[in-house]
């Protein structure tokens, strides 16, 4: 076997391999035993023909039609001889052959780039602080209030514990509908903050059956852009809320708390650990930007078509038929997430070599240990785990990114910065 490897980008190459006839003939050999068990010819039982006469009568598509598993076979031969480790399916693009002499082919496939690290220690980076405050633990405890308050229909607005449930219809400047652009029973609860205050003005004393009018700007990317739009009520709810007390306490946490006590308590550490855990996702994201930032190289398509076939994936799996709904047009899909699928696929050969790089390497005592904790939260059984993680990849790869990013961490110049909450959402 005689093999050549062009190089025709940073990912992509051809093995131009020739093999001499004596090579061949093996092969052939096999492909004519296989042809003759199937053969029937007047004269002779099925599979009891000559082979003489099976080479005769059937030579030529025989040995042509076993050139795709020859070129397959020897494709691998050549690639483990070559220490080359393909990624994705490799395409043939070329094939000569003439029966008696050599057969030569051409196959191209991707591999990964030879990534040559740079600045991925030392990094500097800022880490978002977000401080749990008195007005977060009644703002918790007033949003599970609201999801237990019981609402009774009123004629009027009289204070912000309402919704109110109206046609709203956009208007030109001059005051004029615009066809098509009216939204039917459009919910505005007054009581919340992030509600235009605009709205929340003109439905401050709305009734029933009335129709109000309101302007206001709305930004769109760096564009303002001026709204007109008039409001007919169609339905107002008085909404009162529960007290907060000891019943409702119980209620909400099943009898697992009994006092309002304990409760402000646990609503205020489950608040501080749901920022914590914020907090820890920005430091590692921006790691990981400044980190692939750094390096530029070019990804293999199968990596990112790789990706892409996930992301439709996930929408599938959404669905309750596991299709893609009929209006989803998912070439323009791939096209809009393509970068983010190339951003996605560095980060992953940046870890891969980085962790060669660092020895960073999950031990069994890690995967079982996974398995221990998983069990314990999950309630399936240690060793079921165990025996899943160890023939699947995904618990070594998770460990691994968990470990991956631990050293980057450790090694980066990590500033702490307090923000405010939409500054970490």
Do not use: C
């Not at 040995?63 to 020897?74: I, K, Q, T, Y």
């Not at 204070?159 to 001059?174: F, G, P, R």
């Not at 919910?187 to 205050?197: A, E, G, M, T, V």
């Amino acid at each position: 076997m005689e093999v050549n490897i062009n190089t025709i980008s940073e990912v992509l190459q051809e093995a131009e391999i020739r093999l001499e006839n004596e090579e061949l003939q093996p092969h052939f050999e096999q492909a004519y035993k296989e042809q003759r068990a199937t053969v029937e010819l007047r004269g002779f039982r099925k599979g009891k023909a000559p082979m003489a006469m099976i080479k005769s009568l059937y030579g030529e598509a025989v040995e042509h039609g076993a050139l795709d598993s020859v070129a397959s076979e020897f494709y691998r031969k050549a690639m483990v001889e070559q220490n080359i480790h393909p990624i994705g399916q490799p395409t043939m693009t070329d094939m000569d052959f003439k029966r008696g002499e050599a057969f030569r082919f051409k196959i191209k496939y991707e591999v990964r780039p030879n990534i040559k690290l740079n600045k991925y220690k030392g990094i500097a980076v800022e880490k978002p602080i977000r401080t749990v405050t008195e007005d977060d633990v009644e703002d918790e405890i007033g949003h599970l209030r609201k999801i237990n308050s019981s609402t009774s229909n009123v004629d009027s607005v009289t204070d912000e514990s309402h919704i109110v449930t109206a046609d709203v219809q956009e208007l030109d400047d001059a005051g004029t509908p615009l066809v098509g652009r009216k939204t039917p029973n459009a919910k505005f609860d007054l009581s919340d903050r992030s509600l235009l205050q605009e709205i929340k003005d003109v439905l401050r004393n709305a009734k029933v059956g009335e129709s109000y009018r309101a302007r206001f700007e709305s930004k769109r990317g760096s564009h303002t852009h001026n709204n007109h739009i008039a409001i007919t009520v169609n339905k107002i709810e008085k909404v009162t809320l529960p007290p907060f007390d000891e019943s409702l306490v119980k209620k909400i946490t099943n009898n697992k708390v009994l006092t309002t006590e304990e409760f402000v308590r646990a609503t205020r550490s489950n608040l501080e650990q749901y920022w914590k855990d914020q907090s820890a996702r920005k430091l590692s994201d921006a790691i990981t930007a400044e980190v692939v930032k750094n390096h530029n190289f070019t990804v293999p398509e199968t990596l990112v078509n790789g990706i892409l076939d996930t992301l439709i994936d996930d929408i599938k799996n959404k669905s309750k038929d596991r299709a893609l709904p009929k209006e989803f047009d998912e070439q323009q899909f791939r096209n809009d997430s393509r970068a983010l699928a190339i951003w996605q696929a560095k980060w992953i050969l940046l870890k891969e070599r980085i962790a060669e790089a660092e020895n960073i390497t999950v031990t069994d005592e890690e995967i079982e240990k996974l398995a221990e904790t998983e069990g314990t939260r999950s309630g399936i059984e240690k060793n079921r785990l165990l025996e899943y993680f160890k023939n699947s990849s995904s618990a070594t790869e998770r460990l691994l990114t968990e470990k991956i990013m631990t050293f980057l961490k450790t090694n980066a110049k990590i500033t702490e910065k307090v923000v405010e909450e939409k500054a970490l959402a």
